[in-house]
Nanobody
Framework: QVQVVESGGGSVQAGGSLTLSCVVT????????MGWFRQAPGKERERVGI???????EYEDSAKGRFTISRDNDKNTLSLEMNSLKPEDTAMYYC?????????????????????WGQGTQVTVSS
């Protein structure tokens, strides 16, 4: 019954911006850890960044300085603001939210293994 739905993907030229959104519905408990992940064709899924319940964030090096993650705990939403996009940012972007029953270390623990996942939204950056 829990649904995670990403939106906001699309095609943009290099240097442009996109903001992705994620809405979580049907969950009983608020997530401690939420995050954005991406997977490019032929590559493994990689973490983009995470955000804790209090709004604290951590980003992978590839996203630092360009991407910003935010969350609204009242609306159960998660956002990813992406600026200065590069062709290498092209990927399917996924939203993940833990089940809210365990206080993970959001950056070190692999909480996403037991998390709720969306089906992704495609981001394509052309040169």
């Amino acid at each position: 019954q829990v649904q995670v739905v990403e939106s906001g993907g699309g095609s943009v030229q290099a240097g442009g911006s996109l903001t992705l959104s994620c809405v979580v519905t049907g969950n009983k408990y608020r997530s401690y850890c939420m995050g954005w992940f991406r997977q490019a064709p032929g590559k493994e899924r990689e973490r983009v960044g995470i955000i804790e319940r209090d709004g604290s964030t951590e980003y992978e090096d590839s996203a630092k300085g360009r991407f910003t993650i935010s969350r609204d705990n009242d609306k159960n939403t998660l956002s990813l603001e992406m600026n200065s996009l590069k062709p290498e940012d092209t990927a399917m972007y996924y939203c993940a939210a833990d089940r809210g029953v365990f206080r993970f270390d959001c950056y070190e623990d692999k909480w996403w293994g037991s998390a709720y996942w969306g089906q992704g939204t495609q981001v394509t950056v052309s040169s």
